[in-house]
T-cell receptor, first 115, second 112 residues
C-alpha cells in the first residue's frame, strides 16, 4: 500500500531533549516536506526536499533540522525542543515538483508536546 | 504576497443540505488551486485540483469547485452533504515555486 509513515504518532517530551520524528514513503517520490499545523494558522511548511541531499527552508524553519540521505526517508530533528514547538506535524511527499504533479500525500501526523 | 483566505472557520449544515466552502487567494502568477480534506486523526487527502482549462472541476466524494479568476476565488461545493463529510477542509494555492500555501481551514460539522 502506498503510504507515508511517521513515527512516533504521539510524543511528550521536555524542553531541551533532542528528538527525531521519522518519515518514510514507499512511493519513490522525489519531493518530501514537513509541515506543522496549529489552530488558526493552518499548515505551515518547515522544510522541504527536492531530492536526495537537497533540502531547503520553508516558512518556519527555526529550531528544526532535516536530512535527506535516502530518497525514502526525511527525518525532522528538533535539537533543543521548546514549548512553542508543541504542534501537530505532518510529513508529505509528491512524485515531483508540486506545481507539476499537484498532489501531496500526507502521513497521519505526529502530535508533539514539549513541556 | 501570496496568501489563501478561508473566511469561515466553522460551518454547520444538516445532512442532505448543500454546501459551499469559500476560498480566496492572492497570487501573482497563474495559480494552481487545491482543496484538501482532513478527517479526524488523519492526514490530508486531495479532493480536487485546478491547473487550467475548464473552470469547474470535479473531485472525489462528490465535491466540485469553481475557479473564478475575476473574484480570485475557488469555492468548494457539494449538492448534498453526508455525515461522513464532517472534517476540516483546506484550500491551497501553488504556482511556479515548490511549495503550497495553505489556508487556515474550515471545520465542517454535519447534523443528522
Amino acid at each position: 500500500e502506498a503510504q507515508v509513515t511517521q513515527n512516533p504518532r504521539y510524543l511528550i517530551t521536555v524542553t531541551g531533549k533532542k528528538l527525531t520524528v521519522t518519515c518514510s514513503q514507499n512511493m519513490n517520490h522525489e519531493y518530501m516536506s514537513w509541515y506543522r499545523q496549529d489552530p488558526g494558522l493552518g499548515l505551515r511548511q518547515i522544510y522541504y526536499s527536492m531530492n536526495v541531499e537537497v533540502t531547503d527552508k520553508g516558512d518556519v524553519p527555526e529550531g528544526y533540522k532535516v536530512s535527506r540521505k535516502e530518497k525514502r526517508n526525511f527525518p525532522l530533528i528538533l535539537e533543543s525542543p521548546s514549548p512553542n514547538q508543541t504542534s501537530l506535524y505532518f510529513c508529505a511527499s509528491s512524485l515531483g515538483r508540486i506545481p507539476n504533479t499537484g498532489e501531496l500525500f500526507f502521513g497521519e501526523g505526529s502530535r508533539l508536546t514539549v513541556l | 504576497a501570496q496568501s489563501v483566505t478561508q473566511p469561515d472557520i466553522h460551518i454547520t449544515v444538516s445532512e442532505g443540505a448543500s454546501l459551499e466552502l469559500r476560498c480566496n487567494y492572492s497570487y501573482g502568477a497563474t495559480p494552481y488551486l487545491f482543496w484538501y480534506v482532513q478527517s479526524p486523526g488523519q492526514g490530508l487527502q486531495l479532493l480536487l485540483k485546478y491547473f487550467s482549462g475548464d473552470t469547474l472541476v470535479q473531485g472525489i466524494k462528490g465535491f466540485e469547485a469553481e475557479f473564478k479568476r475575476s473574484q480570485s476565488s475557488f469555492n468548494l461545493r457539494k449538492p448534498s452533504v453526508h455525515w461522513s463529510d464532517a472534517a476540516e477542509y483546506f484550500c491551497a494555492v501553488g504556482g511556479n515555486t515548490d511549495k503550497l500555501i495553505f489556508g487556515t481551514g474550515t471545520r465542517l460539522q454535519v447534523f443528522p
